[in-house]
């Protein structure tokens, strides 16, 4: 395929091609080039320090004579940095103009033989832990926090109603909280790890659904750094005190959306070349559920990232509890002597309710978070906290509530 290009007569010697006669009224002439001839031709460019007039719209009557045209300037490729070499030229079609990609010399060819598959294997080295075998009356334990919103700016203007900082030093400082908690009041050899969602604020400042603007006090990438950090140390922090660690995510939201799932993604990954008693399971369904020791609990964040305006409510309706019903006969979970639990995330309340249905329990916890400066405003401060639960083989269990 050949590219059409106008070109000063210099341009086309120094290309040996047949200088042509331009049009009436042009200072160029018509030329069609091959990719190679325009690559020739933008690093001869390179050095000029004129800008050149490309034709972008022709206009011709019922004979075809041209009987008007538009020329737009093309200015000339900035030079390419030494040490530096061009990796990819980039041309318009219609227009001529042309973009020049370029990196380190000495990086092209490194790149290219770079075994990621090792770098992986040599920062994720399985981790040997020597365990006392403890004997527990308890079946399992189990943390359930929610709505971390990590990157969310809490007092934006420096006028919030209650002021409070939700930064790198707070999550560290939350999360050692966590993992105190977790330790002193293990009664199991088995730990059940639920996140429920919103657990980072948004992609470039924005909910799944765009358009709506979030305060923010990191960028993508520090956010994501503090995100997989947080998660890593949690089972790094865990995994000598059990003999089995099962993480439940989920990975379909309102806040977090695909970047929640990309940070649970690379959890996952490294944490299960890690540590072999841990197990990472990301949900990417709006409502999942798991069964473990006659318990059956069905996750959702309580809202999705497109199809729902107003999710599950903190108060359960009739019109919730039929949707829940319905997923609970679809999935065959009704089952004799199974305890069905309902958790979800989203509202940023904490409300056990276990007597509104006959079914499941319906559980609304709080946020990890403190409340955004919008929620502080329109609604009230709200307590932050997460919860800890300890089971026993007969359904039974010890409650227990974190609050910051």
Not at 118 to 143: G, H, M, T, W
Request: aromatic share 12%.
């Amino acid at each position: 395929m050949k590219l059409r290009l106008r070109l000063y007569d210099h341009e086309a010697q120094y290309l040996n091609l047949k200088v042509k006669s331009s049009e009436e009224g042009r200072s160029q002439a018509r030329y069609y080039l091959t990719q190679e001839q325009c690559d020739i031709l933008t690093a001869y460019r390179l050095n000029d320090s004129k800008g050149h007039f490309v034709e972008t719209i022709i206009k011709k009557d019922k004979k075809g004579n041209v009987i008007s045209s538009t020329e737009k300037l093309q200015n000339p490729v900035i030079d390419v940095p030494e040490g530096f070499k061009i990796t990819k030229i980039s041309t318009s079609k219609s227009t001529g103009q042309q973009w020049i990609q370029t990196v380190p010399k000495d990086v092209i060819d490194e790149v290219k033989e770079i075994d990621f598959d090792s770098i992986i294997q040599k920062y994720c080295k399985r981790v040997s832990i020597e365990k006392n075998p403890k004997e527990y009356d308890f079946a399992f334990d189990r943390l359930v926090y929610t709505d971390v919103h990590i990157g969310m700016e809490t007092n934006e203007n420096g006028h919030a109603m209650y002021a409070t900082d939700w930064n790198e030093k707070q999550i560290e400082n939350t999360l050692e909280d966590i993992i105190q908690s977790v330790v002193s009041q293990q009664k199991s050899n088995t730990l059940v790890i639920d996140e429920l969602g919103d657990f980072m604020d948004g992609w470039d400042g924005e909910t799944t659904r765009k358009g709506h603007k979030l305060p923010q006090n990191m960028d993508n990438e520090k956010a994501f750094d503090i995100g997989i950090g947080f998660k890593i140390k949690m089972v790094d922090s865990l995994a000598k005190y059990y003999d089995k660690i099962i993480c439940h995510n989920i990975c379909n939201d309102n806040h977090a959306g695909s970047f929640g799932y990309v940070v649970n993604s690379a959890f996952k990954k490294i944490t299960e070349i890690k540590h072999e008693n841990v197990e990472v399971i990301n949900y990417r369904s709006f409502i999942n559920h798991y069964t473990i020791e006659n318990n059956c609990f069905i996750l959702t964040h309580g809202k999705d990232g497109k199809h729902l305006k107003f999710g599950f409510k903190p108060i359960l309706d009739p019109k919730q509890e039929k949707k829940i019903s319905n997923y609970i006969d679809e999935n065959y979970l009704m089952q004799k002597g199974v305890k069905i639990e309902f958790s979800k995330g989203d509202s940023h309340q904490d409300i056990l309710d276990s007597s509104t249905s006959d079914k499941f329990d319906y559980y609304n916890y709080p946020a990890l978070s403190p409340s955004s400066e919008w929620v502080q405003t329109n609604f009230q401060r709200g307590k932050r906290g997460y919860y800890i639960f300890n089971y026993r083989s007969d359904g039974s269990k010890v409650i227990s509530p974190k609050y910051f």
